[in-house]
């Protein structure tokens, strides 16, 4: 599993409240992804970090931010949270050596 | 942009049939192409991976997949499924850049007893 731990695993929130979700990893990955899972949509990236304060935007990006102030942790927050952000929140990362993306076990968010 | 076409959203096979499923992508350079599997509730774990070489790659659990570049597919391929084989299967390439995933919408598969 590549050390990838998320947090929290499953949330609900109501429209309007700012929310943050975690991605830790332990093995020391420069790159970092954020990616939402819909039904009928695949897995779309949202942002993704290649080192510390490092950040750039995927293909669904908005109404999202991200943070990376440490190797380990990469931030999203949902800065208003709307009922189209009710989702399941994947993070991964790439092993340069082998160029591989490993994921974490995910994040359901519920926005009411 | 490049994209990723999965044409087959649900597929039901009965086990020890053979399974093909399809993907196309839409770029014209390099590309490194995957495939992930899903099991219930899981997260994605790597099936098999194509960068250069033989176009046909063995990936974990008996999968096959052939890359086909005039035909710009990558499809997979079992040759007897299993139940335990029910899984969403989600084709994905990589054309340089931020190492980034551009991912197909996935095909659910249901393998009956």
Aim: net charge neutral; charged share 20%; aromatic share 12%.
């Amino acid at each position: 599993d590549a050390g990838i731990t998320q947090s929290p695993r499953h949330k609900v929130t109501e429209t309007g409240t700012p929310v943050t979700l975690r991605c830790h990893q332990t093995e020391n990955h420069r790159y970092m992804y954020w990616y939402r899972q819909d039904p009928g949509h695949g897995l779309r990236l949202i942002h993704y970090s290649y080192g510390v304060k490092d950040t750039d935007k995927g293909e669904v990006s908005d109404g999202y931010s991200v943070s990376r102030s440490k190797t380990e942790d990469f931030l999203l927050t949902l800065e208003s949270a709307t009922s189209s952000q009710t989702s399941v929140y994947f993070c991964a990362i790439v092993d340069l050596a082998q160029r591989e993306q490993y994921f974490g076990p995910g994040t359901r968010l519920t926005v009411t | 942009a490049q994209s990723v076409s999965q044409h087959n959203h649900h597929v039901i096979l009965s086990e020890a049939a053979s399974l093909e499923l399809g993907c196309n992508y839409s770029y014209g350079g390099t590309v490194n192409l995957f495939w992930y599997v899903q099991y219930p509730g899981q997260h994605l774990q790597l099936l098999l991976k194509y960068f250069s070489g033989d176009p046909l790659v063995k990936g974990i659990k008996g999968f096959e997949a052939e890359f086909i570049k005039s035909k710009f597919s990558f499809n997979l391929r079992k040759p007897s499924v299993q139940w335990s084989d029910t899984a969403e299967y989600f084709c994905a390439v990589n054309t340089g850049g931020g190492n980034k995933l551009t991912f197909g919408t996935g095909t659910q598969l249901k393998v009956e007893l």
